[in-house]
Each structure stands twice: as C-alpha cells, then as structure tokens.
C-alpha cells in the first residue's frame, strides 16, 4: 500500500496560482497517479493523471491551466494550478495504482488503490 500525503494548499484570489504537491512513501515514477477533487455536494471528479511514460490526461475544466507532473527526486506528484476560478474551490485528493499506464479509465475513482486525505484550496471571487 502506498501513503501519500498531499500539502501546498490555501486560499487564493481568482486569477492566481497555487502548485500542490503529493509526497509518495512507492517510487513514484512506476505508477500511474492522479489528482482529483470534491467540492460540497458534489462528487469527486478526475483533475489530472500521469503515466510511467509521462503521458499526461486532463479534465477539459483545467485543460490548459494545470499541469501534472513528477518530482522523481523528492518522490512526489505535483499540480501547477494557473488562473484558478471559484469553481476550482474544492478538496484534492491525490491517487495512484499499482500500473504504469493509466489508461483510457484514468479519469475513474475505482481506478486508483491509494489515496490522501485531502487538502483545501479555495479560490474567491
């Protein structure tokens, strides 16, 4: 089983960037992980994914205003997070799966065996 503990949350004005980070106890290079996020009420929701290759998947919310990467060096998972909006406000969540390729179900909560417990970012209007 792998921990992952997510930080690099907070709050921030609309138009501004936060970058979170995910500190893996695996080697991060061999999974496939991701970043999801719930808001109040609603269901959690993919965000992005990154393979063993690099390959990268995004939501089209974010499309163009988050990248995923890798940190192989620390063994984390990071998310650049650009122009946020208030619809960004949410909990995110960072998963991962015992795979190299994430796949075309790279967007699907049952995909992913591991998970944090989450970190706030709230965007204001």
């Known amino acids: 089983q792998v921990h992952l503990e997510e930080s690099g949350g907070g709050s921030v004005q609309a138009g501004g960037s936060l970058t979170l980070s995910c500190l893996s106890t695996?080697?991060?290079?061999?999974?496939?992980m991701a970043w999801f996020r719930q808001a109040p009420g609603k269901e959690r929701e993919a965000v992005a994914a990154i393979d063993k290759d690099e390959r990268r998947n995004y939501a089209d919310s974010v499309q163009g205003r988050f990248f995923i990467s890798k940190d192989y060096g620390k063994n984390t998972l990071n998310l650049e997070m650009n122009n946020l909006k208030p619809e960004d406000t949410a909990r995110y969540f960072c998963?991962?799966?015992?795979?190299?390729?994430?796949?075309?179900?790279?967007?699907?909560?049952?995909?992913?065996?591991?998970w944090g417990q989450g970190i706030q970012v709230t965007v204001s209007s």
């Open positions: 695996k080697h991060v290079p061999r999974y496939c």
């Open positions: 998963a991962a799966v015992a795979a190299f390729w994430c796949g075309g179900g790279w967007s699907g909560v049952g995909r992913y065996d591991d």
